[in-house]
Nanobody, 128 residues
Framework: QVHLMESGGGSVQAGGSLRLSCKASGDSASKMWMTWFRQVPGQEREGVAAISGGATITYYSDSAKGRFTISRDKATNTVYLQMTSLKPEDTAVYSC?????????????????????WGQGTQVTVSS
């Protein structure tokens, strides 16, 4: 079994930075894609950033590209999302997910299907 636990959410002002962490328990997660999703009530869940098991491939949504950076620490099975230049529209519940994906295209990886393990989510609020 793989368990994921997010942390690092909070409230920041527009233009600020925040780093989210997703720690995975279970060695099997080290070979899985790990992806950050976010969701606002009433809106569809959006894939924000993803990183392959070997950390050789990363994907970003259009809104995240240039502002967010995803990385993973193999030693601790932790995936990070470094967010900079935050905007009010970044406000959402951010969740991490892990999955052994067969389709590695950006649309598939960020689409949300195929993820078996999900964290509970952490709230990010950006004020103007």
């Amino acid at each position: 079994q793989v368990h994921l636990m997010e942390s690092g959410g909070g409230s920041v002002q527009a233009g600020g930075s925040l780093r989210l962490s997703c720690k995975a328990s279970g060695d099997s997660a080290s070979k899985m894609w790990m992806t950050w999703f976010r969701q606002v009530p009433g809106q569809e869940r959006e894939g924000v950033a993803a990183i392959s098991g070997g950390a050789t491939i990363t994907y970003y949504s259009d809104s995240a590209k240039g502002r967010f950076t995803i990385s993973r620490d193999k030693a601790t099975n932790t995936v990070y999302l470094q967010m900079t230049s935050l905007k009010p529209e970044d406000t959402a519940v951010y969740s991490c997910a892990a999955g052994d994906l067969t389709n590695w295209s950006q649309s598939s990886v960020l689409g949300g299907d195929g993820y078996v393990y999900w964290g509970q989510g952490t709230q990010v609020t950006v004020s103007s």
